[in-house]
């Protein structure tokens, strides 16, 4: 692949993390962020008590920018950047799943160095009264077959699916992932750059700007004209026990199952599941 064509595939997979992450945001949304009562069993925590559950930043590979805030306190300012998407699924399958339960927890959201420039990453736990139905989460990602997210002040659109991958094996949790495959066709750089710069994630003055982390791989890239189909991959990950669970989502299986093994083991040690 050349430069421009690696570049490209940034920008690209830039974008496809809204298509693993916004799913989190837009559930949010809702949330006020406070402990909720939990089922028998699963102790109730404080945002306070799930960040030290969250990798380090020893932990992730050197080069790893991120930020990081409580789920709803980092979804406050969410912008879907004039996004239209059809069927919702596509982006909001845990929306969809969860409705209007509150989620307590804290998430991750930045990029990893790659040999195709910065790869986008998030990661999150969190406590949800009633626990995530995975079954359920099958079943909605399951009618994102044939999806579309347009773009109507800028005339674009990609293609979107979902299907599902073997999950990472995590011990003492159920778990489940997919993969989401985005297809822009005939575009340019230029087309693409605006959506993909216009990130999913506004400043958040006391948390620092995760805007920042996330234009990180594009700013810097010269703009080509030259027409191209550009397809990108994304993978999403979940590890469940009675309230809790563990998200993940990246751009290759083996950092998936990084962001899910390390979260559920201190979950497990600390016994909070």
């Not at 837009?26 to 949330?31: A, D, I, N, Q, V």
């Not at 009633?130 to 399951?142: I, N, S």
């Not at 993909?196 to 400043?203: A, D, F, H, K, T």
């Amino acid at each position: 692949m050349t430069s421009t064509g690696r570049r490209i595939a940034a920008l690209a997979a830039l974008l496809a993390v809204a298509v693993a992450a916004i799913a989190v945001y837009l559930y949010t949304e809702r949330s006020t962020g406070v402990s909720m009562a939990s089922g028998a069993g699963t102790p109730v925590l404080t945002v306070e008590q799930i960040q030290p559950l969250m990798l380090t930043e020893a932990e992730h590979p050197d080069g790893t920018e991120y930020e990081e805030a409580p789920i709803s306190a980092a979804n406050q300012a969410v912008s879907q950047g004039g996004m239209v998407v059809t069927p919702e699924s596509c982006l909001g399958a845990l929306q969809i799943v969860l409705g209007d339960a509150q989620v307590t927890g804290w998430m991750q959201v930045g990029s990893r160095p790659a040999k195709s420039g910065r790869t986008p990453f998030q990661s999150a736990v969190g406590f949800v009264k009633g626990g995530l139905d995975l079954a359920k989460l099958r079943e909605t990602v399951g009618t994102c077959t044939a999806g579309t997210i347009s773009w109507p002040a800028k005339k674009l659109t990609a293609s979107i699916s979902l299907s599902e991958v073997p999950a990472p094996a995590v011990k003492g949790m159920s778990t489940y992932a997919y993969k989401s495959t985005m297809t822009f066709t005939n575009v340019t750089q230029s087309e693409i750059e605006e959506p993909v710069g216009s990130c999913p994630i506004e400043p958040q003055p006391e948390f620092g700007s995760v805007e920042t982390v996330s234009k990180e791989c594009v700013e810097h890239a010269p703009v080509s004209e030259e027409r191209m189909d550009i397809t990108t991959e994304q993978y999403v990950a979940y590890a469940v026990v009675g309230n809790a669970y563990v998200e993940a989502c990246a751009a290759t299986i083996a950092e998936i199952d990084q962001m899910l093994a390390v979260p559920a083991d201190r979950l497990r040690a600390s016994g909070h599941v």
